[in-house]
């Protein structure tokens, strides 16, 4: 991998030493300049684990991408700065109840004077470091904690807080994974009917002050509490994803 030009697709900085101040810069980094998209699901082009592949589309391309190549790609980039880190699986919860494919999302931990949770492939989630204590972090997005989930050792809820209560997003495992072995899940979520991500496209990216959403012919802008949406004919598309997102699709 090439770190230089890594750092320089995300706008980013090469942390003097592996700490905490540039684990908060590279994730913020990240999560600003870099989509997460599905736009090649819904084209028909395979996503294959492979760095290089990813590396090429992310870095060279400019594009986005799910969490297997964002979270996969950023979580060897954090190992080449020298950071110590965790490739792990987790379970996404969905909004009616129910759990998605077990064990179909990928994320980071990285151990600081102890583990952290880093993901900048989960679409709208925190977008800072969150530690597997149960404290409370906030930012424009919302407030969030990591609780361990009782009676299952390894085991941790990623929660978020509406209203007064916690609501349950992810659960995850701390247990190693290797990139490749999420091939299956990989696989299912490109072709499966039953896949969040084989009915519409999503491009989405967080602003200073909320986010911008392209999902399907509509862009929403939200800040705060104030969502605009608009319908956005066919033919202006490739403008907006080139505007509003950097992606010229090839």
């Known amino acids: 991998m090439d770190v230089k030009g890594y750092l320089e697709r995300i706008g980013a900085i090469r942390p003097g030493k592996p700490d905490f101040a540039g684990l908060e810069h590279l994730q913020r980094?990240?999560?600003?300049t870099v989509p997460f998209e599905?736009?090649?699901i819904l084209r028909k082009v395979p996503i294959q684990l492979?760095?290089?592949r990813i590396y090429d589309k992310v870095v060279r391309r400019h594009r986005g991408g799910f969490c297997y190549e964002l979270?996969?790609?950023?979580h060897r980039l954090l190992d080449q700065l020298g950071y110590r880190t965790r490739l792990v699986a987790g379970t996404v919860k969905k909004e009616d109840g129910g759990w998605a494919l077990a064990d179909s999302h990928a994320t980071v931990l990285v151990e600081l004077d102890g583990w952290w949770l880093v993901d900048v492939g989960f679409g709208d989630s925190a977008r800072l470091p969150l530690p597997l204590t149960g404290?409370?972090?906030t930012d424009v997005s919302g407030t969030y904690r990591v609780v361990p989930v009782s009676g299952r050792e390894g085991?941790?809820?990623l929660q978020r807080k509406q209203g007064g209560s916690w609501a349950t997003r992810l659960r995850f495992s701390t247990t190693p994974k290797e990139l490749r072995e999420f091939a299956p899940q990989c696989r299912f979520n490109q072709t499966s009917p039953d896949s969040p991500f084989t009915g519409k496209s999503i491009v989405t990216l967080p602003?200073?002050?909320g986010r911008i959403t392209l999902s399907g012919n509509t862009l929403v802008v939200t800040k705060g509490e104030t969502k605009q949406k608009e319908e956005i004919p066919s033919s202006s598309l490739p403008e907006v994803l080139r505007e509003r997102f950097g992606i010229v699709l090839q």
């Open 29 to 32: 980094q990240h999560l600003f």
């Open 38 to 40: 599905n736009l090649d």
């Open 50 to 52: 492979d760095e290089n």
């Open 71 to 74: 979270n996969g790609l950023f």
């Open 135 to 137: 404290e409370e972090r």
């Open 155 to 157: 085991e941790y809820d």
């Open 207 to 209: 602003t200073e002050e």
